[in-house]
């Protein structure tokens, strides 16, 4: 089966983003092939140097760091989200690919199941 | 099978219409349901409870199919994957 994870929260709305990305890495442990789309204000997961412990939740950031350690290596980038937010890839705390719309387009349509943060 | 897209927010939809493919099928549902007072040339369906709840039933124009529940069911047994906008 192939689980592609749609994040399109900001890091600390709730505990939405920690709770997601604890399904990814369930997810993971199951060996399906998973990917992640970071799109919209998900991609503000991604920054670095977050201090997630002065708001009482973990830092984002670092739950997503154990997606690799769980061999969940496609992660993906929305373009124009990141335009949007004047972002940078060396903004970022992981090694994402950037997908223009037909990327995403091409990689929705080859899921089993999307889920949503 | 193709995608089906359930459209639960303005924002969902805007952020959708960006990567929908020509054979995808949209579905607008609870709050999603206020983009038919959009002019827009996409074809979408609507849950019919959820335009009567919002007094939206004679608003919408002629893009906009209206279904009940076991329509929907129908639009998801017939669509994969299924994909979320909130």
């Known amino acids: 089966m192939r689980f592609l994870y749609l994040l399109r929260r900001p890091p600390y709305c709730g505990s939405l983003a920690a709770e997601a990305i604890d399904s990814i890495l369930v997810a993971g442990i199951f060996d399906q092939r998973v990917s992640v789309l970071f799109k919209d204000d998900g991609v503000l997961q991604l920054l670095k140097d977050q201090q997630g412990q002065l708001l009482g939740h973990r830092s984002v950031n670092k739950m997503l760091a154990a997606l690799p350690e769980y061999e969940i290596e496609e992660l993906f980038v929305c373009a124009r989200s990141l335009a949007e937010r004047a972002l940078s890839l060396d903004q970022l705390s992981l090694p994402v690919q950037v997908l223009d719309e037909v990327g995403q387009q091409t990689l929705i349509a080859a899921q089993n199941v999307v889920m949503n943060d | ?86």
């Open chain 2, 1 to 86: 099978m193709t995608t089906l897209h359930l459209i639960f927010s303005a924002e969902g939809l805007q952020s959708c219409l960006g990567i929908i493919q020509p054979e995808d099928a949209l579905l607008l549902i609870e709050d999603g349901v206020y983009a038919v007072l959009e002019d827009s040339a996409t074809r979408l369906h609507a849950i019919e409870d959820d335009l009567v709840a919002r007094g939206l039933q004679d608003l919408h124009a002629d893009n906009v199919q209206r279904i009940d529940y076991s329509g929907m069911v129908e639009l998801v047994a017939r669509h994969q994957p299924i994909v979320s906008w909130h």
